[in-house]
T-cell receptor, first 110, second 115 residues
């Protein structure tokens, strides 16, 4: 019940395209859903986050869509750029600890 | 430098040895978290502190792992009798305080290799 399932494992997108990463969870006690971006050799950095009482949040080229009834949420990266190439993790918070998905390695080619 | 710092950045040790990993949180952050990230996986929660006390240590895999934060700032993760399976990147994060929307800021991690 503490798991967060993430897909796909890897994603290749052309520059300018849309990158979509999906996550699903079971535990209804999760109360905060952040997305983290991680570059090789670096720690994860918060990209965007959403609360379960909101269905969509947009910050620049990054949008989270949240479906509470389906227990699913997704990250959309519009106009993907080579600099977006990194590993993306969804996460869910339960009593102050974050439960992370397994990650999606995104490669954006020029 | 205002970020979370971790030392050493890399640690190579032999099976059975004792290691200590250090985390310096962002100044003023009262909550501190340790996670472990194995190759190709997401970070896995180990323990978190609110101030000096461990508020939740449910993620520590066994009693070989121990963490302290004696003055409510710097924290040390201690691993006794290391095993090859302990090899991973150990990440530290801090946040202003515990609570729902307080962002956790991560350090670069310590890569531990147990030979």
């Amino acid at each position: 019940q503490q798991q967060v399932k993430q897909s796909p494992q890897s994603l290749i997108v052309q520059k300018g395209g849309i990158s979509i990463i999906n996550c699903a969870y079971e535990n209804t006690a999760f109360d905060y859903f952040p997305w983290y971006q991680q570059f090789p050799g670096k720690g994860p950095a918060l990209l965007i986050a959403i609360r379960p009482d909101v269905s969509e949040k947009k910050e620049g080229r990054f949008t989270i869509s949240f479906n509470k009834s389906a227990k699913q949420f997704s990250l959309h990266i519009m106009d993907s750029q080579p600099g977006d190439s990194a590993t993306y993790f969804c996460a869910a918070r339960n009593t102050d600890k974050l439960i992370f998905g397994t990650g999606t390695r995104l490669q954006v080619f020029p | 430098g205002a970020g979370v710092s971790q030392t050493p950045s890399n640690k190579v040790t032999e099976k059975g040895k004792y290691v200590e990993l250090r985390c310096d949180p962002i100044s003023g952050h009262t909550a501190l978290y340790w996670y472990r990230q194995s190759l190709g996986q997401g970070p896995e929660f180990l323990i978190y502190f609110q101030g000096t006390g461990a508020a939740d240590d449910s993620g520590l895999p066994n009693d070989r792992f121990f963490a302290v934060r004696p003055e409510g700032s710097v924290s040390t993760l201690k691993i006794q009798r290391t095993e090859r399976g302990d090899s991973a990147v150990y990440l530290c994060a801090s946040s202003l305080r515990q609570g729902v929307y307080n962002e956790q800021f991560f350090g670069p991690g310590t890569r531990l290799t147990v030979l």
